[in-house]
């Protein structure tokens, strides 16, 4: 819910307080990411809110203002979710604009542009979090973000076609603020900058 989403941020603030700058913080959504129409601002969409009123969904920038607010060593966005408007006729209502990492953030995304988050039927997870999970378990945590990112794009891409007949690319951005984001290892303690 909204609520929930509000007060595990509130939370993870006060985490990263209390260990004065030397927690990491992973912020992981599945779900629902819907574009205001007017706008063009992404928003996630909670299990309570209602497409129709986008003050139940939560804007992506003030996500990333939250997120980017807290004292972390760095933070790590997983979003299996896209932001592409529904279909009408033969093309995108909206697209939502793509949000810029801010802080000391790296965020990978399920899909881009106008592309559909799509699911995994088989294993009961998005095509982007069961690679996600794949990658963590085979290699027991120990990859670089650089490798995590080739190995969830890579079958990512090849499962979507295969199953669904159209693309998925999964993104990874991050913010200025990270010099070599590829080279963090998620087993090993996060450089500070």
């Not at 881009?112 to 690679?131: I, K, M, V």
């Amino acid at each position: 819910t909204l609520n929930n989403i509000l007060s595990e941020l509130l939370w993870l603030k006060k985490v990263c307080e209390a260990y004065q700058g030397e927690a990491s913080v992973l912020f992981y959504y599945a779900g629902h990411g819907i574009p205001d129409e007017v706008t063009n601002d992404s928003y996630i969409l909670p299990v309570d809110g209602d497409v129709a009123l986008i003050q139940s969904a939560y804007k992506m920038s003030e996500l990333y203002n939250e997120l980017s607010s807290m004292d972390s060593r760095l933070t790590l966005v997983f979003m299996d979710a896209c932001f592409s408007g529904s279909l009408r006729g033969d093309g995108m209502l909206a697209s939502a604009k793509p949000e810029t990492p801010k802080g000391k953030m790296v965020v990978f995304t399920a899909a881009s542009g106008n592309e559909t988050a799509y699911p995994y039927d088989e294993q009961n997870h998005g095509l982007f979090t069961y690679f996600l999970l794949k990658n963590l378990q085979n290699s027991n945590g120990s990859c670089s973000l650089g490798e995590l990112y080739d190995f969830i794009s890579k079958n990512v891409r090849q499962q979507s076609i295969v199953t669904k007949g159209k693309s998925q690319s999964p993104t990874v951005s991050a913010s200025a603020g990270i010099a070599n984001w590829e080279k963090i290892k998620l087993r090993q303690p996060f450089p500070s900058h």
